[in-house]
């Protein structure tokens, strides 16, 4: 197995049944728990950073000769993404001084906004997937994360009454 595949199929993730993105959706959010608790919520947006670059390499490395190909084993887009909308949520705790265990809103919201957009694939979202290209395979699950991230941010702000 190349490393290229090895890093598209999320490291075994890709290849778990059903709803391989959902799987690699949730291993991303127990790894970046992982991160965010022992390395701190700075090296969670560096491992966003180095998986969404990984991903675009790994992802051109499989795909560029399959125009319009969206394996479902593929889903190091998956772990970008989700790694990106885990960010704001651990940014947000890192800022007000938490160095424990995120609280499960935060990243149990941040996973299911991720899948939401991921699936639904809003405006934007689905612009991107439409490309049809190995760039529209990381491109519309960063956007997503993206979405979730803010999301998230917007959620917390209405349950704690500083968005009311």
């Avoid at 059903?18 to 728990?33: M, R």
């Avoid at 919201?109 to 049809?132: S, Y």
């Amino acid at each position: 197995m190349t490393l290229s595949r090895l890093v598209s199929i999320g490291f075994g993730l890709g290849l778990l049944r059903p709803a391989p993105g959902t799987w690699g959706s949730a291993g991303a959010i127990a790894v970046g728990l992982v991160i965010d608790r022992y390395l701190g919520a700075p090296v969670l947006v560096l491992a966003a950073i180095v998986a969404t670059f990984a991903g675009i390499w790994a992802c051109h490395a499989e795909l560029r000769d399959r125009p319009g190909a969206d394996p479902s084993e593929i889903v190091i887009d998956e772990v970008a993404g989700q790694w990106l909308a885990l960010s704001f949520p651990a940014m947000a705790f890192w800022f007000r001084g938490w160095e424990t265990w995120m609280p499960y809103p935060g990243w149990v919201a941040a996973f299911l906004f991720f899948r939401l957009f991921d699936i639904w694939k809003p405006w934007l979202i689905r612009k991107a997937d439409e490309r049809a290209d190995w760039m529209g395979v990381m491109l519309d699950d960063l956007l997503a994360g993206l979405a979730a991230g803010v999301a998230v941010i917007i959620a917390a702000g209405i349950a704690h009454g500083v968005l009311m």
